[in-house]
């Protein structure tokens, strides 16, 4: 479901200009908490415009968030007369994307609907509504759920490393939701060796690194996988970080390099601290 771009025979508050004030930047606030069994979502609405306010003081309109997910089915909706919506789930009724959309809708009818705030363009018209018209359409809001948000940093949390028949070979296979690493059987068998396992910095600066290098130069196309929604959260919310970095090719290895934390000064002090000719100056 997307309401984003939707187009009503009336004046809705949220839809382009047709009614100024406009929304704001902090219209919807979002709040996620979540323990074992269940992820709980605060939504908080906020909108400036007397006229509504007044229709669902009086009873003629209330505020509604209609929320769903694809991979279970699930899709409902709940309705309020305070700004706000506290919606619990268990964590087995989602699965990927939910997908948040918030209104003030028309409870009962509405002869001769006129807003103080209409833009010019409306000006002299009145309209009749129907119980299910909207009001106000807040900006739709999303929650991926299979992202470990608490693990963002590790590289294990979109990125895996497995053995693979198929090819002679290391191959990168990034249309899962993980950034598969595919070793041949004999690459593989020196991976798992205790030696190597024990290098993460060896495989962070020449595996990890090379196979999100390649991730990130070709991810048009893949931004639905999991690894690809990781990677943009991370951009679009850690300091120091912009989705920006992305539009410029150039740019993508030294991208690469700071979302692994720099791999290679990693593997320079591995490589000192472990050397058996190390001596004290």
């Given at each position: 479901m997307?309401?984003?771009?939707?187009?009503?025979?009336?004046?809705?508050?949220g839809i382009s200009d047709d009614i100024l004030p406009m929304l704001g930047e902090d219209a919807v606030g979002f709040i996620l908490t979540a323990d074992a069994r269940n992820f709980t979502f605060k939504i908080e609405l906020k909108?400036?415009?007397?006229?509504?306010?007044?229709?669902?003081?009086i009873g003629k309109?209330?505020?509604s968030c209609e929320y769903d997910c694809a991979r279970t089915m699930l899709r409902r909706c709940v309705i309020s007369k305070e700004p706000g919506f506290t919606i619990v789930l268990p964590r087995h009724s989602i699965n990927g994307r939910i997908n948040f959309n918030c209104f003030v809708s028309v409870k009962e009818n509405i002869i001769g609907y006129k807003n103080k705030?209409?833009?010019?363009?409306?000006e002299g018209f009145r309209f009749n509504l129907s119980p299910g018209d909207l009001l106000v359409s807040f900006p739709q809001f999303h929650y991926d759920a299979d992202i470990r948000y608490?693990?963002?940093?590790?590289?294990?949390s979109f990125m895996q490393i497995r053995e693979s028949n198929l090819h002679e070979q290391v191959f990168f296979d990034i249309s899962g939701n993980k950034i598969e690493i595919h070793l041949p059987p004999t690459h593989y068998q020196l991976y798992c060796s205790p030696i190597v396992k024990g290098s993460a910095e060896v495989i962070h600066s020449s595996l990890v690194l090379n196979a999100l290098t390649y991730a990130l130069l070709n991810m048009e196309g893949h931004t639905e996988t999991t690894w690809a929604k990781t990677i943009i959260y991370r951009l679009q919310n850690e300091e120091g970080f912009s989705i920006h970095d992305l539009d410029e090719p150039s740019n993508i290895p030294m991208l690469a390099q700071r979302l692994l934390k720099d791999p290679y000064l990693r593997l320079f002090n591995h490589i000192v601290t472990s050397s058996p000719n190390q001596t004290e100056e």
């Open positions: 997307n309401l984003n771009n939707i187009s009503l025979p009336y004046p809705v508050l909108f400036d415009n007397p006229d509504i306010h007044q229709l669902i003081n309109a209330e505020y705030g209409f833009n010019p363009d409306y608490d693990k963002l940093q590790a590289a294990g």
